[in-house]
């Protein structure tokens, strides 16, 4: 039987993030959200599934743009404390080459901005582009300065343009204190994957989801992208079509640090297929992998997990991901609304982002990608996983009987037992394609139904069916490992072996209550009797004999002789009658 139990981690990030920073929204008793540069959240990059967020996280997923044409650009921020912004203002600026100008602080805070490619060759030149080098709090350069004036003090954000082609490049900011912080844009002119290589121990592209690629795709078809709440059945809530307005919403509406609208001039979002109108399919992207599995689900529970219902990306094999199928909450007083997000670019801006995960493959990956039914979109990528577990890969078993719960500690003889192996990786998140092996000892004391062998699916479960059959008042150990992975302790299980079956109690009401016998052929109705609680309860037994096509029946105050139900067989039919609510414990299948 496969369960149906839903993956481990799976979250709406977008409704988690709306949640975690609802507390933040503008109110009486609720401060501003700041942060200084080199404390958690102190510089994003847009778009971003996850960015960083002010005093409470660093940037998550990188920004994902194309290298080139429509889309093509990047809003990076800088938060400070104003409090930092006045100690931190020691010189009078910086000179072209990001030293420190000599002389008298001169009252604005400045940030020195270095772009350099990080993928595929560290520390080189990159095409890519800042609008400013180096920008100052409410500077023309800072584009929270809307009309002169400067819409968000102790925030500075500049542009970012795309140029380099398929290529990863770091940004990093430093304040005239020497404090500095970097942040990932990846730029994406067809298909790539980064890192192509994922080897054992190698410092991964996101802290803690080692053994992951991310793979991004550029539509070569986009167009505006044009949102109309209303037409999709949102009236009222929402929906950016630019990266301001994007900025806006998530460190102004919901953190309380921006007016609405406070960074300008627009720079304009695009999606797959854009303004097409009655045509989804042009939306979205069709992604396919030879080996690992195509997620999302590792980045859902970074850098914490947060556990929120209502998420479920495709995963396998083969996914289909819109370009950004995302509609932002209302904003406040209005009702969050929780929508799905799998785009790990968090945005339509004409290019598609998602991850491959190793399992326990080995070898080159070839990753697919196509936009829609186009013919002549199909591009392709590659991740070589070396051998060896990556370290936040590495997987842990645990086991559970039927619907994931407890497995007993006391089992009868002949009593079929549902065992499930869950395989999961380091960020709790289910792995699949692992074989599971499992044995007993004594080798005598239990038999496999099915198989000793399974592999996990895409939840992460192996499921195995075991027979007891030693003596009573002996124990079986059933121990499980995972193949491949010698190194990783094998999860165990001890049951004693006992003439009491597993019970179960079930419920009775005042009446008659129609029971369905689990207790094995020939047991006597005083046996059943004696398990009805409280024992005073009991009024009557009663079981149909088809035989004679009369009612057999046993109560416990009757007279002798009265009573003609002696015994009970398995799956039969019975009533058991109570004067007042009581449970009759029964064998538990």
Same mark, same amino acid.
């Given at each position: 039987m496969r369960l149906g139990f839903r993956k481990l981690g799976i979250v709406c990030l977008v409704a988690a993030v709306v949640l975690t920073l609802g507390v933040f929204r503008p109110g009486a008793d609720t401060p501003t959200a700041e942060a200084d540069i080199w404390t958690p959240g102190g510089l994003i990059a847009l778009p971003s599934f996850f960015p960083g967020l002010p005093g409470l996280t660093d940037q998550v997923a990188p920004a994902i743009i194309p290298a080139s044409g429509p889309g093509s650009t990047a809003l990076i921020g800088v938060f400070a404390d104003p409090l930092d912004l006045w100690l931190g203002d020691f010189t009078n600026g910086f000179n072209p080459d990001c030293s420190s100008k000599a002389g008298p602080p001169d009252g604005i805070t400045q940030y020195c901005f270095q772009v350099e490619q990080a993928y595929p060759t560290a520390g080189g030149s990159t095409a890519a582009s800042l609008s400013s080098r180096i920008c100052g709090d409410g500077l023309t350069c800072d584009l929270t300065v809307v009309g002169g004036v400067d819409n968000a003090p102790g925030v500075v954000v500049i542009t970012l343009a795309g140029g380099g082609k398929d290529q990863m490049v770091t940004v990093t900011a430093t304040d005239e204190s020497g404090q500095s912080k970097s942040v990932d844009v990846v730029m994406v002119q067809t298909m790539l994957a980064v890192p192509p290589v994922v080897e054992p121990g190698q410092t991964p592209l996101v802290p803690g989801l080692e053994g992951i690629a991310l793979v991004g795709y550029r539509c070569p078809d986009v167009g505006a992208a044009v949102f109309d709440a209303a037409a999709?059945?949102?009236?009222?809530?929402?929906?950016?079509?630019?990266?301001?307005?994007?900025?806006?919403?998530?460190?102004?509406?919901?953190?309380?640090?921006?007016?609405?609208?406070?960074?300008?001039?627009?720079?304009?979002?695009?999606?797959?297929?854009?303004?097409?109108?009655?045509?989804?399919?042009?939306? +979205? &992207?069709?992604?396919?992998? $030879?080996? /690992?599995?195509? !997620? *999302?689900?590792?980045?859902?529970?970074?850098? #914490?997990?947060?556990?929120?219902?209502?998420?479920?990306?495709?995963?396998?094999?083969?996914?289909?991901?819109?370009?950004?199928?995302?509609?932002?909450?209302?904003?406040?007083?209005?009702?969050?609304?929780?929508?799905?997000?799998?785009?790990?670019?968090?945005?339509?801006?004409?290019?598609?982002?998602? +991850? &491959?995960?190793?399992?326990? $493959?080995? /070898?080159?990956? !070839? *990753?697919?990608?196509?936009?829609?039914?186009? #013919?002549?979109?199909?591009?392709?990528?590659?991740?070589?996983?070396?051998?060896?577990?990556?370290?936040g890969l590495i997987p842990s078993i645990m086991l559970f009987g039927e619907g994931l719960s407890a497995l007993p500690t006391a089992v009868s003889p002949l009593t079929q037992l549902e065992v499930t192996a869950l395989v999961v990786n380091q960020a709790l998140n289910p792995v699949g394609g692992i074989t599971v092996s499992?044995?007993?000892?004594?080798?005598?004391? #239990?038999?496999?139904?099915?198989?000793?062998?399974?592999?996990?699916?895409?939840?992460?479960?192996?499921?195995?069916?075991?027979?007891?059959?030693?003596?009573?008042?002996?124990?079986?150990?059933?121990?499980?490992?995972?193949?491949?992975?010698?190194?990783?302790?094998?999860?165990?299980?001890?049951?004693?072996?006992?003439?009491?079956?597993?019970l179960e109690a079930v419920d009775l009401v005042a009446g008659c209550n129609p029971i369905a016998s689990t207790w094995p052929d020939g047991t006597g109705v005083k046996a059943i009797a004696a398990g009805v609680a409280p024992e005073d309860a009991l009024a009557s037994i009663w079981a149909f004999d088809t035989a004679t096509g009369t009612w057999l029946g046993y109560s416990p105050t009757a007279p002798a002789g009265v009573s003609d139900l002696d015994t009970v067989d398995r799956l039969d039919a019975i009533f058991i009658c109570v004067d007042a609510d009581a449970t009759v414990s029964r064998p538990v299948i």
């Open positions: 999709v059945g949102l009236p009222g809530v929402f929906m950016p079509s630019t990266l301001g307005e994007m900025f806006d919403w998530i460190y102004g509406t919901l953190m309380g640090i921006v007016p609405v609208p406070a960074v300008g001039p627009a720079v304009n979002l695009y999606r797959c297929g854009g303004d097409t109108v009655g045509n989804s399919l042009d939306d +979205l &992207v069709a992604f396919q992998t $030879d080996l /690992g599995q195509l !997620t *999302i689900q590792p980045m859902l529970v970074v850098p #914490a997990p947060v556990f929120v219902p209502g998420m479920d990306c495709p995963q396998g094999k083969s996914v289909s991901v819109v370009d950004a199928n995302i509609t932002w909450p209302a904003a406040p007083p209005g009702p969050p609304v929780a929508i799905q997000n799998c785009d790990l670019d968090g945005a339509p801006n004409g290019t598609v982002g998602y +991850l &491959v995960q190793r399992t326990a $493959d080995v /070898g080159v990956a !070839t *990753i697919t990608g196509q936009q829609g039914g186009m #013919a002549g979109s199909t591009r392709q990528t590659n991740v070589n996983f070396l051998a060896g577990p990556a370290a499992c044995s007993v000892d004594p080798v005598s004391g #239990a038999f496999a139904m099915v198989s000793d062998r399974d592999t996990t699916g895409l939840e992460g479960m192996a499921e195995f069916q075991l027979i007891p059959t030693g003596l009573p008042g002996t124990e079986v150990t059933l121990s499980c490992s995972l193949d491949g992975y010698p190194d990783i302790p094998p999860a165990t299980h001890t049951f004693s072996l006992t003439l009491q079956p597993d």
